[in-house]
């Protein structure tokens, strides 16, 4: 399960919904449409955190959301 936040939006210049993982530098994905995205996304999250541990680099915790009392 993904837990990491996502900014998905629609990029006219590639006919693609793009989505961002902000929290981990240089995460992307894309698909042609809202779903293909999201799955690419998954694939593409794991595929960052396999790479930074093989390279003995920090994986950022996800931020979650703020709870206010």
Do not use: H
Request: charged share 25%.
């Amino acid at each position: 399960m993904i837990k990491y936040e996502l900014i998905i939006y629609w990029s006219e210049e590639d006919q693609a919904f793009i989505v961002e993982a902000p929290e981990l530098p240089g995460c992307m994905a894309d698909g042609g449409t809202y779903q293909d995205a999201l799955a690419n996304a998954e694939i593409i999250i794991q595929e960052w955190i396999e790479t930074a541990r093989e390279l003995g680099r920090p994986i950022p915790k996800p931020k979650g959301r703020l709870v206010y009392a």
